[in-house]
């Protein structure tokens, strides 16, 4: 019971203590789409419907897993991970074997940073990986320190619009889950990120006319897509996300570069 205790105020703790903070510059808001796991539905008629939006989405994929069938999808198929990167999506990181990072240690996170990213460069060629996403939106406080230092960004399921001053490791979403029926929201939650000049990070997981609770039908995809188009707000990859807010995407690769990418966004932020 005390373990169990000690486990949720460490999870709380994580959640609530931003430890990469920066200040956004962008100069008009911003709508990222970003898909985890990822399903192969995701690719088949999420990157589909991007394209012919002339979108790009961010794909956080947990390597170990490609081609499995789980409980609601079968995972996104090796040739396919290399068709996203080839037709200019955003390949991003989950853990290898998609385990909880609150359940690893600091050598296990770095073991499953390194398989996931050696197995996306074997399918995707000389590929940087920049930005990772907690499955199951858990995290532990060491392990985001460790995380926010290897990668540029770490994404979690924390409700918000990015505005302001952000953590980067731990940026805010909004879910895309549902039918057209549910887009209801969306105009307010789109009227919100102009006013406040902000990053909306939208997350979801299959694209399926019959999704499961934590996917989207494609017509909804369509309609959050359209609305963006009419406001006139460009839509990014997170990549591309930190570059508008004035974050380039930098890896720290070496114990150096870690002191100097902390040092630098202490300094200017
Ligand atoms: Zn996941």
Known sequence: ???????????????????????????A?????????????????????????GSRGTFYIAAGT????????????????A????????????????????????????????????????????????????????????????????YASCRGIYEGINA???????LKVEPLYGRVADADPLASLLDNVVRQNGWLI???HDVAEAPSHIGCTPALLE???RLVQELGIEVVTVGEGLKRIGRAPKIASTAADFDCLEANSAISS
């Not at 970003?34 to 008629?45: C, G, H, R």
């Not at 050696?118 to 406080?141: K, T």
């Open 29 to 53: 808001p911003l709508v990222s789409f970003t898909f985890d796991d990822v399903p192969d539905s995701a690719y088949l008629n999420g990157a589909r419907i991007l394209d012919d939006f």
């Open 223 to 225: 309609a959050a897509l």
């Open 164 to 170: 302001g001053r952000i953590d980067l490791g731990l």
């Open 83 to 150: 068709a996203l990167h080839a037709r200019g999506h955003e390949i991003g990181a989950h853990t290898f074997s998609h385990v909880n990072v609150q359940l690893l240690s600091a050598r296990g996170m770095r073991a499953e940073i390194r398989k996931n990213e050696e197995r996306l460069r074997q399918l995707c060629g000389d590929i940087r990986i920049e930005n990772f996403a907690y499955p199951f939106g858990d995290l532990s406080l060491p392990r985001k320190l460790q995380l926010q230092r290897h």
């Open 1 to 27: 019971m005390l373990r169990g205790f000690r486990h949720r105020l460490l999870r709380a703790a994580a959640g609530r203590l931003r430890s990469k903070t920066v200040r956004m510059r962008n100069d």
């Open 66 to 81: 490609c081609g499995k069938q789980e409980q609601h999808w079968r995972v996104i198929l090796p040739e396919q991970v």
């Open 202 to 204: 939208f997350y979801t």
